[in-house]
């Protein structure tokens, strides 16, 4: 065991990409665990774009990170030293770790035990906030069925990855993921089963969703907005839906977006557009965790991941989000 | 009878606001009915901003209006002759008249009886498209509910005014209206029962409904789009709801708005934008109208009327609308 906690916090906000300004690497002495409480090593940090959002000092559905604070994230923590009967060393966890190397775990802070025979990366992607952002903003919100023609947007991210797949299974007559590059394009047609790919930064993104979907998208999974969301709207069909998962486009922009212009289209085709969050959910992770597990174990479903060694590229890590640098779910192995 | 037929035909198609070049006013011979078919007199015509969106070549719930072709509006019509067991002269009839002098009326080209004991501009106003979008609008899109925040944009105009009434009958704890103006503002709070009015014209709507709306919109019916529904988004409350309904704001623009920004807090607030269109709601119609009929015997409800004579002046009734001119429901008495 390391003699200190090494933690990475908010030195200030960023106004654009996260720099090397952004956050401060410091070391602290090992937090000592209470009654009732485990000290517990992270092992793997989740990467996810709203961590970008809580550094911002705005109001969203979390406080924002303070200055000086440890940055916020998901992680995977393994024990090291209890003083709970819960919890043994060995035992891995899931939790709000943040970007640090040790944290206090226990079950009153939200820590909780890994799935049964879940990998810790498979706990992060498929099994995570990940999977089930994918599985309860499709089915729930979006109400998929069979014959929709689903439109994903961050195709080869994380979430839309995961969204093209469980639509294939739901029965969709076609899933169109939208990504940036050739590789990405080719990687979820011919690894992942989408039926075809738009490259929007080598093609005209409105012109290829009126070729790909000529009488119009069911069924649009949104994690990116601006644009992309835009030329979705314009392309909608009679009672199209538009489930908005992330607007990745625009956090780090302060308000210099062109904005939304097709909204009205919503009129024309009677169409909704709806927000969520996965936290809404939580009650409900037994229902989406069993139909992944299925799928995995029918070989329908695939993760797709993108490991970065070392806490110390956390910030690298995040910046590829909006990059998009990585194909799947970025975690951080500590 | 007058011996020809005046009728208004689209002479070009307009680029803002309708002009003396927009429509034509010809004169034909009266159309002689056929078997089962009445001749009727025009006598009201009902003015809607969706006739603006008619007159563009563009892609719409119904086909443009073809150049050379009568203005497309509804209309009150009085059978003057009759071939038809159906039709006795002196009945009055609802339907697509244009904006012309005589008709051809026929059940089968979707001419109907106005309900019983209702007037000719009640039959336009609170018993026709009108009316009955606010009641739908509101109640089967927008799911108003008792203890609700509502704020209505084109408070003063025909839909939205019958909307704020229709919300403080259905127990909605505030409701806000949004016009253009003193006199429109004091009009619906005197006159019609708002809570509260912002004068967008001389307002800064956003701080108005930040002190208005503390705890946030939970549903906004929208009549108008633009920078309106963009400051209604930034102030959703959770859970919030967006009736689009219109967005007049654009209807004489050529794509030069600025666009949205605020999309993304429907993620924040998991909230819903949902647009419609009353002719979804036609087999519903006397669902609304007994509804309506009720609160009007209560006195609870008011219809706003707003009448132009002769119909040589529809283009000059329809930019009211645009202009905000009116308050009330736009008829042009022929």
Redesign the interface.
């Known amino acids: 065991m390391a003699d200190r906690n090494r933690r990475m916090v908010l030195a200030e906000r960023p106004t654009g990409m996260v720099d090397e300004s952004t956050v401060r690497l410091e070391e602290v002495d090992i937090p000592q665990p209470g009654a009732g409480e485990a000290l517990a090593r992270v092992r793997y940090i989740s990467i996810d774009p709203t961590i970008r959002t809580w550094m911002d000092d705005a109001?969203?559905?979390l406080p924002p990170i303070a200055i000086d604070e440890v940055v916020r994230s998901g992680g995977i923590v393994e024990v090291v030293e209890s003083n709970s009967e819960q919890h043994k060393p060995g035992d891995l966890l899931f939790g709000f770790s943040g970007w640090q190397d040790y944290v206090i775990a226990s079950a009153a802070n939200g820590y909780q035990p890994l799935p049964d025979g879940v990998s810790p990366t498979l706990a992060l992607s498929l099994f995570g906030i990940t999977g089930m952002t994918a599985y309860f903003g499709l089915i729930d919100v979006g109400k998929v069925k069979e014959g929709d023609v689903v439109v994903v947007s961050g195709a080869a991210g994380a979430t839309g990855s995961t969204v093209g797949q469980i639509a294939k299974i739901k029965g969709a007559a076609k899933v169109i993921g939208i990504a940036g590059g050739p590789e990405k394009c080719a990687s979820i047609v011919d690894d992942l089963g989408f039926d075809e790919a738009i490259d929007y930064k080598n093609e005209n993104v409105s012109a290829r969703l009126r070729e790909a979907a000529p009488d119009g998208i069911d069924l649009f999974f949104d994690n990116v907005?601006g644009a992309i969301?835009?030329a979705c709207l314009a392309q909608l069909a009679l009672r199209g839906r538009i489930v908005?998962?992330?607007?990745i486009a625009?956090y780090n922009e302060s308000?210099t977006?062109?904005?939304?212009?097709n909204?009205?289209?919503?009129?024309?085709?009677?169409?909704?557009?709806?927000?969520?969050?996965i936290l809404?959910y939580f009650d409900r992770l037994d229902e989406g965790r069993a139909a992944v597990a299925d799928w995995l174990g029918e070989g329908k479903i695939k993760s797709s991941e993108h490991i970065v060694e070392g806490l110390e590229n956390a910030p690298d890590a995040l910046n590829l989000l909006f990059t998009g640098g990585n194909t799947g779910k970025v975690i951080v192995r500590v």
Chains 1, 2 share one sequence.
Not at 244 to 247: F, K, P, R, T, Y
Not at 257 to 261: D, L
């Open positions: 109001p969203g559905y907005g969301l835009d908005l998962c992330g607007a625009s308000g977006g062109k904005g939304i212009a909204t009205s289209n919503l009129i024309i085709k009677r169409a909704r557009m709806e927000g969520f969050l809404d």
